[in-house]
């Protein structure tokens, strides 16, 4: 049975109160239950966590090496400026999916750019809390690939 | 009933014997009926085309205003260089999803640009041609929404 | 008599139906049925054309060598990607004017560019379909001078 | 009755004998008496005025909002260095429309970018001074609306 | 009463001995001691914390959505790095002002792009630990608005 | 008793009916009584000035040598362009501080460069006219100081 | 025997009568004559064709995969432009030899970047018409190499 | 007796395990002993840590200030994007040398750039775990010097 | 009898006053005679002027056309903002020499480019007031030339 | 009889030896002869010659102007960094062409850059050795006209 | 027993006299002695030299190759601007290591960027003349290694 | 009796034969012989000379420290490529005066930056071969003034 890892960053808490416009109404506690229906409907064993602490981004993504066989990943604003987070994805051998509730390539400049891109093995983006089972799938059917 | 339209770019009707290191070993007629039993599945009707002359996929995207409720456009190297094509989506009311079978953001620095993502309503990239079932799977859920 | 002919990139097809707030809402038949109005009241025979297609564009350009006297050009997108158009205005002896619906100064950084201008007389943006009677008469005079 | 301004910056003074390879030699003299009998023609109430102080030209865009219905500026040099020029268009109500003799797009890389543009209705530049009876053409066009 | 926090970043709590040339000679035990001062004189309710780490900033601010009326931040360091705590910011109702006791604009170059800043209401700056007591009392007037 | 000059820049005569959106609705008139106001409450002699020409701005700040202990520029459009402006403040012994009635960080990209604060002492911005008050405040500190 | 195609990219096909102090007298029929010259000296069947339509070059490329040993290439205004001819030709095994007329490095700034160069086997330019011959012969050495 | 700090940024503690044709198959626990062995030779205490967390080094780099006379810093990824560590070395008198296993200047452009550089007083990089011997050794050299 | 005008700038008013350690002691009214004594040696006519405003700079220029044979012009801030002050030095036939008291390759980068030298026959600058005398030598040069 | 100089840059002596990868496997002495027997089948005569030294090959541009009717060029390093190099091709009337064995254009940016193109005839490049000989032959053209 | 080439680049034989606040007051001679007494220590035979010219540098570095096990070379300032000496190092198979006495990356930003670093193995910098002595050290590990 | 030396980089040795239209007719000889008759008439000791070698240029600059009291320095191309000629520059005590022949600002942008400027006391430019006649007095001047 695959484990999965659906790790969410900084202000991901917040989601469904910070800037509906953008994020949608959904909180993040709604997009767990989403998440743990896909896995249930896929067999799959899933993990949902958050941080806003990037060194427990860190941890996380290193402990999975031996915890979990794929991680989705919504790096929130480290996305943007966290190597150390790119450095722990191309530490292990876990396959990291990258996941963004927006699309990032219409918002400001600096999000144009993602470290986690050149680390992992895709990104879905734009699709809203949908995207989030999307990606559980994405991942189930790579690991099964 | 709705009607889903997959439109390729140029080169892409080379799937299978370019670069697969890159693009996998599957042929575009393949991904074909990959979509086609999607599109069962989900009980969607679709169509699925190529072509390598950016002005014919202009014309295609022009009209699907009318015939189509949905586009998945996956628009090979016309992502990077096509105002045109941004144009054109922009100037209808269908919505596009933009799909790329390989992760552009670890290829040449060219390719990370795309003038598709600041008028589609997201981005699937780097799921090799499952990204095709998963991009149709994602089209036909942001319809229903 | 002068002979003009007044040549439409892409999308321009869809005036009136594309971003009024941008383009306004008269249809491309409007805008035709105006130049002719003007180009009667100067004594102008006048031709008028559209194509999404690039190499339409500069087969025409090249065409225009000998068909016409003047150009009054809204190359649409391809005002800002197209060496190949700018090219064939140099290549000929035939007078170019650059026109645009929209103030393209005050818009996306990439529409600020234009390989058309490089080559043209002279421009005119920003003044609605009321630049293309200008432009024809801008063209006469030119013609005239 | 419209009141249309011309308004003219620094070294236009000159024209006629500055550089006429670019600017012709026409005097400015000239192209007032030509602005006048197209002002004539259109039933327009028309200034024509000149400084060589940016100063000044914001004092008399300011003034503008109560004296005059529309503005044509020539901004000369100003056009790529003043942000001031740029704010006192932002901070009337009267539609201005910039005006250069020469085509901007074809000179040195600092002529290219105008702070005048991302205020300014619209421009008409490379018409020689015949642009300045097609630039009181249009702005009559754009009052009567 | 209102309720401001005054939240500082990472190495703030050396103040006093770090380039004292930049920085002053004034400790951060000392600052506070100011602002409670000058929140006395306001009648308003203060609270003053310091933290080396980026995830609790962030963690201090979503609180302050319902514990405080107003946060002054002086954000050092990760003004420069932190789209989180940008993110932070922009989730949370509070009105946020950007403080700093040096002017950040005559230092190096990275030090003159804050993140902060293009979600702040406001910024103080230069005007070393005085800003904390003017910046307190900038919020209040905002506050009370 | 000290000396204090507040002097204001380009269209800052227009304040209250220029994009009140972004600067209010208070004009000139009701900022001077402001800054009066509290330059009575702290016991400075206070005078209030504005120009639109660059000239007039630099021999003002040169004569501010002799005639006053401290400045509150807000410089307007000039804080962006203008070296002489920059060049007279490092020429003059008495303190300046920058102030800008919006944030001037939130704004267009050309808005962010100021060389003013190169040579000012600090800069207040985004807090509205109440800014001027405030400003006259931490200048009247500074020279306590 | 080897097979060779030489293939012209827009605006070629006004070879002699554009610009012909940049790119001499020679009309591109004569071009033909001499590439057919050149070939019946080498015991080589060759091809010469031209388009202004980027569509049809991409074809033509992939074509040239069962067709031909090898092409040499003069795409035009597209080697600036096209990441499709690029993409094409990388995705062929059929060698490709760049050619350009002029030395297209003594030219505008945006004539120095060629997509076709990172994928081409070299290139030959400023060498006129002549080029043509020696592209053909380079090409046979190529390929006999 | 000299007390030197051997501090370890993000990832570090994965050593050996990644990326091992970078960093090779040393573990850091290899190192350790590396840097123990070193220091008994040289008559030297020495304390060896390591942590994922930005908040964690800069507290670290704070205390150093008292606790030992020099620091060899290998901050990871935090060597490009961390300020506030930059500017903890800059608060501290003790003195600080960076340290790479790999050459850092060989490798992604981002990686070129050392917020640690400037402050620090030296750099070793590329010579592997030996690495750590070497600037051990500098260190002692530099205080002894 | 040649006929010199002396031309200075924004701020060298200020000179003895301004920055003592860039410019030197000596005071404009020092400058002055150090020109006329040159002037007087060479058996030239010299006026020496100075002015704050940029206006007031382009209209002595433009007045130079007819009253001198020659201009030694020391812009300085305009020098690197005015393209006004570089419009009307190309406008006239007068030769103008560049002449700066500091080595201005040695400051700040906005104050490395400077528009009058794209127009003026040469540039001293460096050699402190004594480059007057020079540029006033090496203005007669010229013109005797 | 035409007189040809065949002039080699640094390290090209080391051919063969040094990354055979990119170079191939032959020496400059199986270039020397190559370039000679050429030369042989073309009437030509040829010297051959190669140096490390900048200076050096400045001194044998120069004395080309009178020993040698055409000068093939592989400047090696000294292409991208060499300015001197280019102003001695610009002050002899010698007609040069570039040469290069690798296709500068895949490699290193900084390879990307010659400052010989900018006065060159023409450039051959990614030929391998065989570009010598192409070369020559291209040269012989060229003078024969 | 090892053999390991010291190389200096231009102007270090001005050592001890050059900027001394930058480099110290050691002489070649003495950096000379140092290697000489590490090399001894260490059982290494070495070589030390030093040139002003690059193409002596590119030769030394050439014959190296056979000379040599390793080679330590500070550059100078050639190690900014010379891809002649990176292509020697490149061609060779004898390892080099980079050494600077100053930090470079503390200094102007044209001492930042390395052409030696990306073909050396590594680098030390910024440990004043002792580098010498730690670099001979790390050349002789690495060859044992 | 002062002992200037006037020295000369690459190319020079050409002057009056090398693009005349920029460098003018008189030959380096004529330029030697201005030179003495200058430095006889200040009753001057000079030494005039040139190399095409940039380090025998660093040679001489090195050796003008116990030789010379001032160096008047045209350093041709490598002005714009010799950070080593710009070190032994900043190495000497003897001051160093930049000359140029032509207005280096007004060609190429790579002739537009000079590292010597940022270690010469001046610049003198655009003056022809006259310049080298006012650049020994302007370094008679200096070492008297």
């Known amino acids: 049975m695959q484990r999965i890892l659906v790790l969410n960053g900084p202000n991901l808490n917040l989601l469904g109160q910070r800037q509906p416009e953008v994020y ?33 981004l860190v941890d996380a993504l290193q402990a999975a090496q031996s915890d979990f066989d794929g991680v989705v990943l919504n790096a929130g604003a480290f996305t943007h400026t966290s190597i150390a987070i790119m450095d722990a994805i191309a530490a292990i051998d876990t396959p990291v ?17 993602s470290y986690v891109s050149s680390v992992a093995i895709g990104m879905i983006c734009g699709l809203g809390v ?16």
């Open 24 to 56: 949608g109404s959904a909180t993040l506690a709604d997009v767990k239950t989403l998440c743990e229906q896909t896995a249930k409907n896929l067999g799959v064993q899933l993990k949902f966590s958050q941080s806003n602490h990037e060194g427990e």
């Open 130 to 145: 949908n995207g989030y089972s999307l990606a559980v799938r994405a991942m189930f059917d790579h690991l099964e690939g």
């Open 97 to 113: 999916l990258e996941l963004h509730i927006s699309n990032i390539h219409k918002r400001e400049d600096f999000r144009r750019h």
